[in-house]
């Protein structure tokens, strides 16, 4: 049996820009997605995720083409795209357990595809370099999602935090030690396809607006990977508000994100702005140590869940 375990994502800079030839800063963040792999003797493959609410979910080999349920489908199109990659064909027993929940928008489908393709690389013993993870991860996700950068994919395997540019065009890890960056929760569940898909629509409306404001981003991220390599948390905040005045621009914010990022910053923030999709999922803020607690519990006490996390984890590993 082969055991892995790959992180979740936290977008800091560059949202929805990314998808549009951009680039952003991702983090990988320490709650993980467990897979654990071995092959059967016959030629179906069973699938157990407790999380999803999938147990003993059997798929044979020839119906991984087929439409297969929405919590199985990460793994499952994973398999066949591993199986149809190395022409490799066999029976297995899959389970995933992850230790964070899908509701953060915090990269559980990234992070169990790539637990999934490391484990299978591992099982047929096929030497995988993390790029070649990457862009079978990569390739998963837009089989299922159509649309996204692939920014989540690169941080649960390489792991630290990035400089990504779409597609995997560039992937740089970025040196950020001690990042004190509190993440709140809105509670509301981010459609992640559909935020981006109305970016689209906006950017084919009024295509000089919507790129300028990329431009913008773009120049707001490379900004913030100098401010973050320095630890100049007040220069690294600065550029969250004008990151999220863009956000807003594009019309991704909504009045729960605004209002935990408004207490963030009144409790003494240095920054605060959505991260990710947009639309709920979670708002991320910066401080220095002595309003740490502050700005906790202004998200706390304006609604939103503080969610724990260690930045800069480990990327996608064996586990023994
Ligand atoms: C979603 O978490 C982040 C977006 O930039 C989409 C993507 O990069 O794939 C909105």
């Not at 952003?24 to 997605?33: E, K, N």
């Not at 637990?115 to 591992?122: F, P």
């Not at 100098?226 to 990151?243: A, F, P, S």
Request: hydrophobic share 40%.
């Amino acid at each position: 049996m082969v055991k892995t375990s790959s992180p979740g994502k936290l977008m800091l800079f560059g949202d929805h820009s990314v998808v549009h030839g951009r680039p952003c800063i991702v983090t990988a963040v320490d709650y993980r997605m467990n897979a654990s792999l071995s092959e059967r003797r016959d030629d179906i493959i069973v699938l157990n995720a407790p999380d999803m609410n999938i147990e003993n979910y059997v798929s044979s080999i020839k119906d991984l083409e087929k439409p297969q349920p929405k919590q199985a489908r990460f793994v499952l199109t994973s398999v066949r795209n591993f199986f149809d990659k190395y022409g490799i064909r066999s029976g297995l027993d899959i389970e995933t357990k992850s230790e964070f929940r899908v509701e953060y928008g915090l990269g559980s489908s990234s992070a169990v595809t790539a637990s999934v393709l490391k484990g299978l690389s591992e099982l047929f013993d096929v030497r995988m370099s993390n790029k070649d993870l990457f862009d079978l991860s990569y390739k998963t996700i837009l089989d299922i999602q159509e649309v996204g950068s692939g920014f989540d994919a690169a941080a649960t395997i390489y792991g630290g935090s990035l400089y990504f540019v779409t597609g995997g065009r560039v992937i740089e890890p970025i040196k950020a030690k001690e990042l004190p960056i509190i993440v709140g929760h809105t509670g509301v569940k981010a459609d992640t396809s559909k935020m981006v898909k109305m970016v689209y629509q906006r950017l084919a409306e009024e295509p000089e607006r919507i790129n300028r404001n990329f431009d913008e981003s773009a120049k707001i991220v490379d900004r913030a990977r100098r401010g973050i390599e320095e630890g100049n948390w007040k220069e690294v905040g600065m550029l969250m508000d004008q990151n999220q005045v863009l956000l807003r621009e594009i019309g991704v914010s909504s009045d729960v994100l605004e209002n935990l990022i408004t207490a963030a910053k009144k409790a003494g923030a240095y920054g605060a702005k959505l991260a990710g999709a947009g639309g709920g999922d979670c708002m991320i803020s910066i401080a220095d140590k002595k309003n740490y607690e502050n700005v906790k519990n202004a998200i706390e006490d304006a609604g939103g869940k503080f969610i724990d996390v260690k930045l800069n984890a480990d990327g996608v590993r064996i586990e023994k």
